[in-house]
């Protein structure tokens, strides 16, 4: 089982740019939910994905979208990217069995 | 709404030693509890969580953290630490969900660093 994958694993981008990060989720997940974390702080959530629809969503601004496709991989993009986007983002996963969340070893943003 | 606060964000201790790492969190309502380590350059892995039952849960690497419902506490403690300890520790909450039954989204603290020194 290869668990959570994310890619790319880093990536810089310029300010105003946009970016897309990917994730599969751990095989049986159907859930999957994006964090993102910025240095020296914890995670902070900013949705999630059931059923190819947002089900929840975090205090993140409408340039952070996303989408869940039916094989419950899922995307997330970022549009006019600012120097306050650089960050690790992280993806989770889980099944609706599942209490705990998976997470994917991150994709590390650089916004110059 | 809910809050975790991990009042320590760096714990020095010499090997073989004992630590307790502090986590309270605030909720008007029933919570999940956990705690996640991430080591250098890496993901978030699950140490132990605790959903409901008893209070004391226990990690394979001997890691514990006992639920407190009247101090609205969970920390965690380690008898003796070693060196391959050394890492960031996040304590999170997680209401149940309004869908599907499951876990609703995280709610982290700022993280504890666990620097265990020879």
């Known amino acids: 089982d290869a668990g959570v994958t994310q890619s790319p694993t880093h990536l810089i981008k310029t300010r105003g740019q946009q970016v897309t990060l990917r994730c599969s989720p751990k095989?049986?997940?159907?859930?999957v939910s994006w964090y993102q974390q910025a240095l020296g702080q914890g995670p902070q959530f900013i949705f999630q994905?059931?059923?190819?629809?947002?089900?929840q969503r975090g205090n993140f601004p409408d340039r952070f979208s996303g989408h869940q496709f039916p094989n419950y991989s899922s995307e997330l993009n970022v549009n006019a990217l600012l120097l306050g986007d650089s960050a690790l983002y992280l993806c989770?996963?889980?099944?609706?069995?599942?209490?705990?969340?998976?997470f994917g070893q991150g994709t590390r943003l650089t916004v110059v | 709404a809910q809050s975790v606060t991990q009042l320590d964000s760096q714990v020095p201790v010499f090997e073989e030693a004992p630590v307790e790492l502090r986590c309270n969190y605030s909720?008007?309502?029933?919570?999940?509890l956990f705690w996640y380590v991430q080591y250098p350059n890496q993901g978030l892995q699950l140490l132990l969580k605790?959903?409901?039952?008893?209070?004391l849960v226990e990690s394979i690497n001997g890691f514990e953290a006992e639920f407190n419902k009247s101090q609205t506490s969970f920390h965690l403690r380690k008898p003796s630490v070693h060196i391959s300890d050394t890492a960031e520790y996040f304590c999170?909450?997680?209401?149940?969900?309004?869908?599907?039954?499951?876990?609703?989204?995280?709610?982290f603290g700022t993280g504890t660093l666990l620097a265990v020194q020879p």
């Open positions: 989770a996963s889980r099944g609706q069995m599942n209490t705990e969340a998976f």
């Open positions: 095989s049986g997940h159907d859930t």
């Open positions: 994905y059931y059923e190819e629809e947002e089900r």
């Open positions: 909720s008007s309502v029933s919570v999940y």
């Open positions: 605790y959903l409901s039952g008893s209070t």
């Open positions: 999170a909450v997680s209401e149940g969900a309004d869908y599907g039954g499951a876990t609703n989204k995280l709610i």
